[in-house]
């Protein structure tokens, strides 16, 4: 890659994580509002999906061209990995489950791969960390995996307690999951910020 393409690269993954994160939340948004039921919603879950897999390739890119290690490379692949068996899963409950005939078993198995699938992710970060050697990069995952874990819990608090207070309504646990990734986002801001970096997540 010459340097006159670098800037225009480096702005690639940013402008996908935005239209990620911008349609998630429009997902969200109808859902909550009971606009959608929970088939459409799962469908539409497609959609961030997918572009989150187009910022993970274009981290991947970005990994490979600022001679990034091997770690970050292999984490790439596993969250792509991941991702994929998720969204393979997710249309595999829409054609199986819709009809309400399934047995407990079928549904047992499909309700909690999609849990395993997003575990996964967890796992690759986990790695990642594990693997990572350059001390710098490693602080930030490390930073930015706290800044999200604490988002995360905050959230699913806060939210119980304005459910408790028939505030706000009840939402399936899962989106917590969806909280901690949105705090890699903030955590990433945070890093880029404080030290200049956005890490490696």
Known sequence: MTATEKPGFTRTVPF????????????????????????????????????????????????????????????VKRVAIF?????????????????????????AGLSIMPGLAICGV????????????????RTLIIRQTLIATGFALASATIWGFLEAGEVVPHIPAYWFAVAFFLGQFFGAISNRITHGSWGAL
């Open 16 to 75: 996908w994580a935005g239209l990620t994160f911008g349609t998630f939340g429009a997902v969200m948004g109808l859902a909550l509002t009971d606009a959608i039921n929970a088939t459409t919603t799962m469908i539409m879950m497609i959609v961030p999906a997918a572009l989150f897999f187009q910022t993970m390739r274009a981290a991947g890119r970005r990994a490979a061209c600022s001679g990034r290690g091997e770690a970050q490379r292999l984490y």
């Open 83 to 107: 991702a994929s068996l998720y969204l393979v899963v997710i249309a595999l409950q829409v054609s199986l489950l819709d009809d309400g005939e399934a047995s407990l078993a079928v549904r």
């Open 122 to 137: 967890f796992w690759a970060i986990g790695r990642l960390i594990v693997e990572e050697k350059d001390e710098f990069i």
